[in-house]
Structures are given as C-alpha cells and as structure tokens.
T-cell receptor, first 115, second 115 residues
Framework: DAKTTQPPSMDCAEGRAANLPCNHS???????VYWYRQIHSQGPQYIIHGLKNNETNEMASLIITEDRKSSTLILPHATLRDTAVYYCIVRFPSFSSGSARQLTFGSGTQLTVLP | DAGVTQSPTHLIKTRGQQVTLRCSPKSGHDTVSWYQQALGQGPQFIFQYYEEEERQRGNFPDRFSGHQFPNYSSELNVNALLLGDSALYLC??????????????FGQGTRLTVV
C-alpha cells in the first residue's frame, strides 16, 4: 500500500472549516484514499473514502487532486467533538490483493478544535 | 443496529499468562480484523479472518492466534504474555462484496495491561 504523509498536528477554531491535508505521491491507479479518526481512547471511526472524484457525506468532504498524489479532508463546521487524531490511509479495496486486507495506520494528524 | 462489540473492555494479566479477547462484528459483516495499538501510536494490523480462516497476518509472533466462528464472531488469543503486550486491542469488521472489502468499522477496544 502507498505510504501517506500528514502533518502531526493542527488547530481549528470552532465553527470554522477544518482542512486536513494528506500526501500520497506513490499511490497507484487502483488504490483508494480512506480517512478514519480516533477520538481519545475510542476505536477508529470511518469517515469517508474515494478513488479520484470528490466525495461528500454527512460527516465530511474529500477532495482528491487530479494527479491523485494528495487529498484534503474537509470538516465544514468543526465542533469541539471533532477533536481527534485523523488518519489518511491508502489501500486497494480488492479482497484478492494480499495487501488490501489490512489498514496501515501512520501517525495521523492530531486535530484540536479550539473554543 | 449493533455495531462492533468487544469484551472485556479492560483486563489486567500477569506476565506469562494467557488471554482471550472477544469480538462480535457489525450485523451483516463477515470479516474480522484485529489490531494492536500501543500508547501514542497508530493501530498495527495483527490478522484478518474470513470464512473461519486466517487470510492475512501482520508482523506478530505465533503467540498471537485467533479464531472465527460460524456466526462470524472472533477471538484473539495471546499466550505467554509480555509486558510489551500491554495495549489497546481493536477489532474491526467489514463485508466482502465480490472481490472487495467494504470499509471497516471498529469496536471500542479492549485495554490489556500486563503486569
């Protein structure tokens, strides 16, 4: 699976948009970008994933650059409850691919939403 | 709809003992993965079970073993516990659709302390 690079920490004011970047310059054509977050002492929570088109759900938006070498997770109106470690993960979705069966977590970005 | 449930939530064991952790996947999911998360680090993949077989394994010794039951629930067993096995153990479930794994949903984890 392609490796990802994220800033170790970011702050965001409550009510403002939080934009979390991720670099994945070695991503291959069939690999998806997944985002998870982990609130302190809880299990990781799935947020969103995408291949090459921008995606939006009730939690967030995912913007993937045209060359797919980087992406940005956007929390449109951050709240204090969004304070968490955010993980960007690149993986093949195919079950037949040996490396696709696991999620490889890096260090993530600690997002702190400030009141 | 119940999510992923793990038991127990906390556990204290002595070095050299054996421990069994349990996981019930999200309703409708057929695949279970186990992760170990040491303090301050991202989760590390241990292994994944599908159709009651271990399908992929991370870089963990044979002291770590598992099982999946016909109802898709799973157990993680760790023998000859070491102090370094102290960690949050996470279970994640997903569904195999054709050749693809859907996104994984995590339980809240079992906090294992080895003394």
């Amino acid at each position: 699976d392609a490796k990802t690079t994220q800033p170790p920490s970011m702050d965001c004011a409550e009510g403002r948009a939080a934009n979390l970047p991720c670099n994945h310059s070695t991503i291959s054509g069939n690999e998806y970008v997944y985002w998870y977050r982990q609130i302190h002492s809880q299990g990781p929570q799935y947020i969103i994933h995408g291949l090459k088109n921008n995606e939006t759900n009730e939690m967030a938006s995912l913007i993937i650059t045209e060359d797919r070498k980087s992406s940005t997770l956007i929390l449109p109106h951050a709240t204090l409850r969004d304070t968490a470690v955010y993980y960007c993960i690149v993986r093949f979705p195919s079950f037949s691919s040996g490396s696709a069966r696991q999620l490889t977590f890096g260090s993530g970005t600690q997002l702190t939403v400030l009141p | 709809d119940a999510g992923v449930t793990q038991s127990p939530t906390h556990l204290i064991k002595t070095r050299g003992q054996q421990v069994t952790l349990r996981c019930s996947p999200k309703s409708g999911h057929d695949t279970v993965s186990w992760y170990q998360q040491a303090l301050g680090q991202g989760p590390q993949f241990i292994f994944q079970y599908y159709e009651e077989e271990e399908r992929q394994r991370g870089n963990f010794p044979d002291r770590f073993s598992g099982h999946q039951f016909p109802n898709y629930s799973s157990e993680l067993n760790v023998n000859a516990l070491l102090l370094g096995d102290s960690a949050l153990y996470l279970c994640a479930s997903s569904l195999v659709l054709g050749t693809a794994n859907t996104e994984a949903f995590f339980g809240q984890g079992t906090r294992l302390t080895v003394v």
